[in-house]
């Protein structure tokens, strides 16, 4: 192993992606509605390898147990929602989480729990909620300023958020749809908590 050199593998664009769907459709001979890998791409927002082929395993795993051999377009918005954002596609995105939480440390991970899930059910991180939310937080070996530094940046250099004009959103529109899914509930966005 310490022979290999390490492989970015950056995500595709969309006609990348959509010849990919396509591509496995053929092979696993499934008809596609028209519009049907156009629409995968548009909902994963950004088409990293592995969420192209993991949505469209998801459609075929759906085809197999509804009798179908062509993938529509209800067919994708319900494979989306109730298999990729349910208990089927945590295991596989669950991940990301895990890996936040390793390289982060458990000291600052908290505030980052917090940061991604504002940015998801709010669907903007905004400088203001991010002075809300880092208030509650005291770190032992850090500043909340280096805290709150250190975790933008890895959130960024590892493709998480984006910075835009307003603030920080999730690259991955499915990664922001399943942090949501999994966290919306119990929480109340920073600017509506009165601190």
């Known amino acids: 192993m310490n022979n290999f050199e390490p492989f970015e593998l950056k995500p595709w664009d969309e006609a990348t992606a959509c010849g990919c769907v396509e591509a496995l459709a053929a092979n696993y001979h499934l008809a596609l509605e028209a519009g049907v890998p156009e629409k995968m791409a548009d909902m994963l927002g950004c088409c990293i390898p592995h969420h192209v082929q993991m949505f469209f395993r998801h459609a075929h795993d759906w085809c197999k147990r509804h009798h179908l051999e062509k993938i529509t377009n209800q067919d994708v918005d319900n494979v989306y929602n109730k298999e990729m954002l349910s208990i089927r596609g945590h295991a596989e995105l669950t991940h990301y989480e895990e890996r936040l939480k390793m390289v982060l440390g458990e000291e600052i991970f908290p505030l980052a729990l917090e940061l991604l899930t ?78």
Do not use: N
């Open 118 to 195: 504002e940015t998801a059910v709010v669907g903007c991180l905004t400088a203001e909620a991010i002075a809300v939310l880092s208030q509650s937080f005291e770190f032992c070996t850090l500043s909340v300023q280096d805290a709150k530094t250190q975790i933008l940046e890895i959130l960024e250099h590892d493709g998480y958020l984006e910075r835009g004009e307003g603030g920080y959103c999730f690259v991955s529109k499915l990664l922001g749809d399943w942090w949501r899914a999994r966290y919306e509930f119990a929480y109340t966005p920073a600017l509506r908590r009165g601190v």
